[in-house]
Every structure is written in structure tokens, then in C-alpha cells.
């Protein structure tokens, strides 16, 4: 009897395990395209651990600089820059050479 005892005891610790990680989302990987002098989407909801990558599909040189988070430095025509996202808050950011070009990305 105690045996049976033992492999209950298993089994419930392997279904509690199996649950527990189906709450958990896997980390994804979200895209802002740099294009006709605009950032888009100019407005993006991540969670913490995603990765957010900037695609310059410009014909000019862009960064996505925020002040206090992140400054991908110059993306030349094709390049791109990825960033992991670890710090829950807003990031309001612009391209340094064109600073009309503004977005925001909001880790949750």
C-alpha cells in the first residue's frame, strides 16, 4: 500500500508542475518598422522578458533612443536593432536625427 502511496504522491507533484508552468507566457518578439519617417506602431504593450525589434525601412539613417532606457545608435536602410525588455515602466522615444518621429513602449 505504501507504494501505491508514493507514485499518487508523484503523479499530483507532476500534474501541480504541469500547471504551474502552463501559467507561464513564453517571452515573444514584437516588430516596430521605421518607415516613411514614423515609427510603427508608435504605441506598443510588451511584457517584461519580450524582445522588441526596430526595423529601419527607410531610406535614411534612424535611431530609437529613449532617454532613460535604451538608444539603438544609427540604423542604416535594412539594418535592425533588437532589445530585450526587462524593466516594467513607459519609454517614451525618438529618432535623434529626427526628433518629430515619436513613440512609446510600455512594459508590462
Known amino acids: 500500500m505504501r507504494y501505491y502511496g508514493t507514485i499518487i504522491v ?8 504541469t500547471v504551474a508552468q502552463a501559467g507561464d507566457t513564453p517571452a515573444q518578439t514584437h516588430t516596430i ?3 516613411d519617417f514614423a ?8 511584457s517584461a522578458g519580450d524582445t522588441v525589434v526596430w ?4 531610406i535614411v539613417p534612424h535611431t530609437a533612443t529613449a532617454r532613460h532606457g535604451f538608444d539603438s545608435k544609427n540604423l ?4 535592425s536593432w533588437s532589445f530585450v525588455a526587462r524593466k516594467k515602466g513607459n519609454y517614451p522615444y525618438t529618432c535623434t536625427y529626427h526628433p ?8 508590462q
Open 100 to 107: 518629430t518621429m515619436r513613440a512609446e513602449l510600455t512594459v
Open 10 to 17: 508523484i503523479a499530483l507533484s507532476l500534474v501541480a508542475a
Open 55 to 58: 526595423k529601419n525601412e527607410d
Open 76 to 79: 542604416n536602410t535594412g539594418q
Open 33 to 35: 518598422l521605421i518607415k
Open 39 to 46: 515609427f510603427v506602431p508608435d504605441h506598443l504593450i510588451v
